[in-house]
């Protein structure tokens, strides 16, 4: 059985929401010291390439506030009146003069009951109530007075009432108000429930006679007292909103004209005690409020109660939007109102937002933990570590003179297998499936080969390497904002080493005061550390214990720092820091690296930083142990620390023979 429904928006051929962007941008911020949580609010506050954020719809809807309150003020009825009250006064002048039959003490006293008028149109209007016009045209504008001032207040209350009413006869108004009265009724019976099941029947019952009846008046068609009190309360609210909106002066003038509407007081009863019975049933709704319109476009009541509606209504998106409030979700967001405030265009964009917010939470990519606080996935680790895998392998390419090795000995003999090529290949291109798949895929002449088409030549007897990656975690490397470009790096040959060289083995070693051993996830989640010392001795000793756990593996050591050690372990485990650097500190860290030469690593430095004391040091450390140092930008540590890696990988193949050498002072490989 198929099922239709009205298409709620959107494109039906857009793609699917972008993950990647999505992901890259909130590990960014993770990695910057966000919170997953608050990373993914930011990204969705920010929004994406293409897409509008939370900030760009509170901007629209604060722009929308601003231009309703400019552009309108409150005295529109009472200008209408004005109007009317003039153009009685004029007419009955007019009819005065012309008439040569009437009494001249009748028309004196006429003319001089117009000439001492109050100023105020309220009281003009009021005193006027009992005058016998002369006039028809007089009469029938003063008679449009009482029935603007009805149409309007019932506008207040009942939207499109005033245009619903507009050459109402007596029989109309006298219907209005019948509904009034039964209206109060039912909203009295509703407040006296006591909540039994016989009682609510009651004012279930009493609700259905009340729609059968009045029904025409209540086009948004509630389904239950309940949603026809909450339509209610909300215009009501608005009203009362309105008039504390007005000065003293024109509330005044109000009230003492609303006493005219419709000819009789009636109304204005029936009406009070509706908002009286409505401010009982729904306290929470904002009774006290107002706003300070300064427009010259003049709303009149029914106009305006609408228009602080509209601000009601831009008020509760715009704390939607804020999503500042606890368990919040932009599934909370309400985007007919959106749509209706700021047009479809806006609701697509948030719709967009909801979804992009959904899949986040719902593929996986973000994880609650135990203390329910929100965290990246093993599987959102893998996706940013592979975005910046392929930032790195785009700056490798572009690098001059940079290239890969491609001998067969590398991996071992060939098994005769191939594989699809991924960054990080080093095998022999199996030419015939390489140019056999570009043929199948284009089927063109001649043969264009894409990078998807080239498959390697799959090998066995791969050589294991142990690699210990020390990233210096001191106060400097956030205070230089070397902290974000140090996790990248490390997360970038995490991936690689995870996915094309599964039998090697990576630690990753903070070191910072004291150094300790990390996990990926760990590290990418490291506050800044606002605490001094460089115990490059203690990151040593736990990278050569873990190359003495891998005896039969090639030990690489890639060292990340940015200062001179300036902290050691004591023989009791304590921690020794000195600025300058303790001779102390610097014997023992010399005498571990010397350790880790004894063993085989190969050793590189990446210094960060033009210090050029640091720099001798560190190049004397790495000429020391047959090393070297690379002093890449910024930009280009993970490009580095990876080429110098994959360089390791190579039996027989110098580092020099690999990649050529560092150009340290302008950042490239020559």
């Known amino acids: 059985m198929s099922r239709y429904r009205k298409y709620d928006g959107g494109d039906p051929l857009a793609p699917p929401v972008d993950l990647a962007e999505a992901l890259d941008a909130i590990g960014q911020d993770v990695m910057a010291g966000y919170s997953p949580e608050g990373a993914m609010r930011e990204f969705l506050r920010r929004g994406g390439r293409d897409q509008q954020g939370l900030d760009d719809l509170a901007r629209r809807l604060a722009e929308r506030r601003q231009d309703l309150l400019e552009r309108h003020n409150l005295d529109g009825t009472m200008r209408e009146v004005r109007e009317l009250l003039d153009k009685a006064v004029t007419a009955e002048r007019g009819q005065l003069a012309r008439d040569i039959t009437m009494d001249d003490d009748d028309r004196a006293f006429r003319e001089l009951t117009l000439d001492s008028l109050p100023t105020s149109t309220a009281s003009a209007v009021s005193e006027l109530s009992s005058y016998d016009w002369q006039s028809s045209d007089a009469r029938q504008a003063y008679e449009q007075i009482k029935d603007l001032l009805g149409r309007e207040l019932l506008d207040q209350r009942f939207a499109g009432m005033k245009q619903a009413l507009e050459g109402a006869t007596d029989e109309d108004r006298a219907a209005v108000q019948q509904m009034l009265s039964d209206l109060n009724d039912l909203l009295e019976k509703h407040q006296q429930s006591d909540g039994s099941p016989e009682s609510k029947a009651e004012v279930d019952k009493a609700f259905a006679e009340f729609m059968d009846k009045h029904g025409d008046y209540f086009p948004d068609d509630p389904q239950d007292v309940d949603e026809l009190l909450d339509s209610l309360a909300q215009r009501a609210a608005a009203a009362q909103r309105m008039l504390n909106s007005m000065s003293p002066e024109q509330r005044a003038e109000l009230m003492e004209l609303s006493q005219q509407a419709f000819g009789s007081p009636g109304l204005m009863e029936q009406l009070a005690r509706m908002d009286s019975n409505l401010q009982s049933l729904r306290p929470g709704e904002d009774w006290s409020g107002s706003e300070s319109f300064e427009g010259g476009e003049g709303l009149g009541l029914g106009d305006g109660t609408g228009a602080l509606q509209d601000l009601a209504q831009l008020d509760a998106l715009a704390d939607q939007l804020s999503q500042s409030y606890g368990g919040a979700r932009l599934d909370d967001l309400d985007l007919d109102a959106l749509a209706r405030q700021l047009g479809d265009d806006a609701a697509v964009d948030a719709r967009a937002l909801q979804e992009l917010e959904r899949a986040l939470r719902d593929s996986g990519y973000l994880k609650r933990g135990s203390d329910g606080e929100l965290r990246l996935s093993p599987r959102a680790m893998r996706e940013l570590g592979k975005a910046l895998l392929r930032d790195v392998a785009d700056r490798m390419s572009g690098r001059t003179g940079a290239r890969e090795s491609r001998t067969s000995g590398l991996a071992g003999e060939p098994s005769g297998a191939t594989k699809p090529w991924e960054f990080g290949d080093t095998q022999q291109w199996d030419v015939p499936r390489t140019i056999t798949n570009a043929v199948l895929r284009d089927g063109g002449s001649p043969v264009r080969l894409h990078i998807d088409d080239v498959e390697v030549v799959e090998t ?126 610097i014997a023992r860290s010399v005498r571990e690296l010397d350790g880790s030469a004894r063993l085989g690593a190969q050793v590189t430095f990446f210094r960060l930083g033009e210090d050029p004391g640091l720099a001798r040091f560190i190049d004397s450390m790495a000429r020391r142990v047959g090393g070297r140092m690379v002093s890449p930008e910024l930009d280009d540590l993970g490009a580095a620390v990876v080429g110098s890696y994959l360089g390791s990988r190579a039996p027989g193949t110098s580092y020099r023979d690999q990649f050529g050498d560092w150009n340290g002072g302008r950042g490239f490989w020559v």
């Open 460 to 585: 066995e007897a791969r050589t294991q390497a142990a690699v210990a990656l020390l990233v210096d975690t001191s106060f400097s490397m956030a205070m230089d904002g070397r902290w974000v470009p140090m996790k990248r790096t490390a997360l970038a040959l995490h991936q690689l080493v995870q996915s094309r060289f599964r039998g090697d083995d990576l630690q990753l070693i903070g070191f910072g005061r004291h150094a300790e051993v990390m996990e990926i996830e760990q590290l990418t989640a490291l506050d800044a550390r606002w605490e001094k010392g460089t115990n490059l001795h203690h990151a040593l000793l736990l990278a050569n214990r873990f190359f003495r756990r891998h005896p039969n593996a090639q030990p690489v050591l890639l060292i990340v720092t940015d200062g001179e050690p300036t902290a050691h372990l004591e023989a009791d485990g304590a921690v020794w820091f000195d600025y300058p650097p303790d001779p102390v500190t």
